[in-house]
């Protein structure tokens, strides 16, 4: 195979697979699904065993999927009390590292289960019922995994909303969720810096209850003892409660197919949707795929530096390693705080044997040159992972020569909120690896690429990355509307799973992941859709339209390039770029800030009044000789003063 990087041999032979284990191991997941999936489902404990495995449908008008539907259990019961149960109490199961290098901790088992059971009984004596949707908006602390898994514990379901989102994001959430409990903190703090999460959830609870949902309830951890407003009618310091809360809890039996979690998401039309992600496949294939991606073995450190906010830290912060008797490491600030040498001191500090980042991370510290690295021993680590962006070969090799020292297996892990868990990744010490390339698909995924009339390319193509049949991660429905699930994944090529990817595959079978080919973008692994900026955007006084495109950056991968025609007698200055990016951030949030502001008297529209948005793209990334054929524009002569005026020269 042309361009692979082997892993050493003393790797090859210490891991638990090897490539024909992966070729055959693969091939018998796709031959037969039922036995491979049976086999598979029995890695976590099941209150009543399930009998029927897989009964799934991705036929149009009728997608329906369900796996292990008979089975009942309960989620944390798994993440928690199996290992207590089985000795391992004392294991530690989480290690905090606060945002000052100063402050860390150890959860044992035993501890995580307390806290978690303790805050399940506070839930439930606020009236918390199985099924109710409860809104977590907390900062990377350990209260934030005992919130997922005390809603877990009781069967209620955890919509988990970014720390980084606005009150106007919140409220969306809760509303869309009619989420009437809200679990959050004083305040959060990353990078020294405070974030006003409390005063952000009164305000986002004033516009939700505009409209329509009230919420009667909020749990409040104190993070920072910074002043906050208290309600003494609706708010209720988790210390306090925590303190008066017995120490046990009966865990819910659940249904295979009751809902786990809602995660909200960007898509390329329409308001984010909530993501409804189901409780015993779910839980399966978080756990297998943290056990065969990261070769997790007992006794080991993992950290992925995800915030669990995202899918990320959901699987693979939380139910994937706590399902798995690991200990996930947590951590509450930033790669560059208080130097860019934090997350390798980090893991000398806790001893990490695997880590787990974005693309946008390792680039930013490969500007920041190797010394901050080198500085750290880094002995301890064993695989590095990468997730959320395509990843560029040259950022790659920097991760792998200077961060691993040619040592460590780079896993380049593909996959989607939508998706629940890893769908493509190598299998490290099984899978010669390709820098830039997320290798090939875990067990049972069938992967297929597809050109634009559905047509399925066979060998060598490159295409639209669909997923042809299900798997147990898979996600549900969007929370109440299975409609738009339908319309948005399995309309565009019937009978499969359309990711919104494009992707390549080489002639060794590999997968390259080229990026989205909808109006998602994806700044810095903050994944969001052009049409929720543009709709901020618009939403300011002195705008009337508004056109938004991502653009190559660097460091984040993509950048945010916002083309706004304004009102008539309005006049386009800094001040009011200024205004518009600090609107934006008000809007969205602070990860949402454009980076170019282009004001533009016109668009350039089709006759019948469509926005061509692969004209907007070409001058974003500075090619204005690459713009194609203009004819068809109702007033071609736009297009010169977007040229003239652009705001991304070279
Ligand atoms: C897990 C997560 C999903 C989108 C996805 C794709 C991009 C994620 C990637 C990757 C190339 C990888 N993406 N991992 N692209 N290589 N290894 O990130 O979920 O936030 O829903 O984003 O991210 O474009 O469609 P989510």
């Known amino acids: 195979m042309a361009d692979t990087i082997a892993v050493k041999r003393e790797w090859a032979d210490g891991a638990t697979l090897s490539d024909a284990d992966y070729r055959a191991g693969y091939e018998r997941s796709l031959a037969d699904p039922e036995g491979f999936w049976r086999e598979h489902g029995g890695r976590i404990d099941w209150i009543r065993p399930f009998t029927r495995v897989k009964n799934t449908s991705f036929a149009p008008g009728d997608v329906s999927i369900r796996w292990f539907e008979d089975g009942v259990l309960n989620a944390s019961a798994n993440c928690l009390d199996r290992h207590v149960a089985a000795g391992r109490g004392e294991d530690t199961a989480i290690i905090f590292e606060g945002d000052d290098p100063a402050e860390s901790r150890r ?37 934030a995994a005992y919130a997922m898994l005390a809603c877990a514990r009781i069967g209620a379901v955890h919509s988990v909303v970014f720390g980084g989102f606005s ?32 005063s952000n959830v009164d305000k986002a609870i004033a516009i939700a209850a505009k409209g329509g949902q009230d919420v009667s309830r909020v749990l409040l951890v104190k993070r920072t003892g910074g002043e906050v407003a208290v309600d003494p009618a609706r708010d209720v310091w988790w210390h306090e409660a925590r303190d008066k809360a017995a120490a046990t809890c009966d865990p819910e039996p659940m249904g295979a197919e009751d809902p786990l979690f809602i995660l909200y998401t960007s898509g390329s039309t329409g308001k984010p949707k909530g993501v409804l992600h189901t409780t015993g496949g ?26 669990v906010g995202w899918v990320t830290g959901h699987s693979y912060i939380v139910y994937g390693p706590l399902a798995n008797g690991a200990t996930t490491l947590m951590f509450e600030g930033v790669p560059t705080y208080p130097d860019a040498g934090r997350l390798w001191q980090v893991v000398d500090k806790h001893e990490v044997n695997i880590f787990y980042t974005a693309p946008t991370a390792i680039r930013a510290l490969m500007g920041q040159g190797d010394e901050p690295v080198k500085r750290a021993s880094r002995r301890s680590l064993r695989i590095l992972g990468t997730v959320g962006e395509p990843i560029n070969p040259e950022a790659w090799l920097w991760y792998w020569r200077v961060v691993g020292e040619e040592r460590c297996p780079v896993v380049d892990t593909w996959w989607q909120t939508e998706t629940g868990g890893i769908l493509i990744a190598p ?25 634009a009339e559905g047509q399925v390319l066979d060998r060598a193509a490159e295409g639209n990355l ?8 898979q996600m549900r429905t969007v929370y109440g509307d299975h409609e738009r699930f339908e319309q948005t994944y399995f309309s565009t090529y019937k009978g499969k ?15 390259w992941i080229t990026g989205r080919v909808d109006d998602v973008i994806n700044v810095s692994g903050h994944r969001m859709g052009t049409a929720e900026v543009e ?116």
């Not at 799973?497 to 997968?511: H, K, L, S, V």
């Open 497 to 511: 799973y359309f990711t919104g990817d494009g992707a390549r595959r080489d002639a060794d079978g590999y997968w």
């Open 107 to 143: 959860i044992s088992y035993a501890e995580a289960l307390e806290e978690t059971c303790r805050m399940a009984n506070v839930l439930r004596a606020d009236g918390v019922k199985k099924g109710d949707r409860v809104t977590i908006y907390l900062p990377m602390i350990p209260e």
């Open 167 to 198: 009150p106007d994001s919140l409220a969306g959430r809760i509303v869309d969720a009619q989420s009437g409990f809200v679990v959050t903190a004083d305040e959060g703090v990353r990078g020294g810096r405070k974030v006003p999460l409390k």
């Open 282 to 307: 779910y839980l399966v294939y978080a756990s297998l795929t943290h056990a065969h991606v990261f070769d997790y073995r007992p006794g080991e450190v993992y950290w992925c530096t995800a915030d």
């Open 427 to 451: 299998l490290p010490g099984a899978t010669a690896l390709k820098p830039g390339s997320a290798t090939r698909p875990f067990f049972g995924v069938r992967p297929e690429l597809v050109d």
């Open 535 to 650: 709709s901020a955007l618009v939403s300011h006084k002195a705008v009337s339209e508004a056109a938004v495109v991502g653009y190559p950056h660097d460091v984040k991968g993509q950048g945010i390039y916002c083309y706004v025609t304004l009102m008539q007698g309005e006049e386009g200055s800094e001040e009011l770029r200024k205004e518009l990016v600090g609107h934006v951030r008000a809007e969205i949030g602070p990860f949402a800030a454009p980076d170019k502001i282009q004001f533009a008297p016109g668009l350039p529209k089709t006759r019948s009044g469509k926005i061509m948005r692969r004209i907007l793209r070409k001058i974003a990334e500075d090619e204005p000789g690459a713009l194609g054929d203009t004819s068809t524009l109702a007033d071609p002569a736009v297009v010169d003063d977007l040229v003239s005026n652009r705001q991304n020269r070279r």
């Open 466 to 473: 669909c997923i042809a049949d299900s798997w147990p991660g």
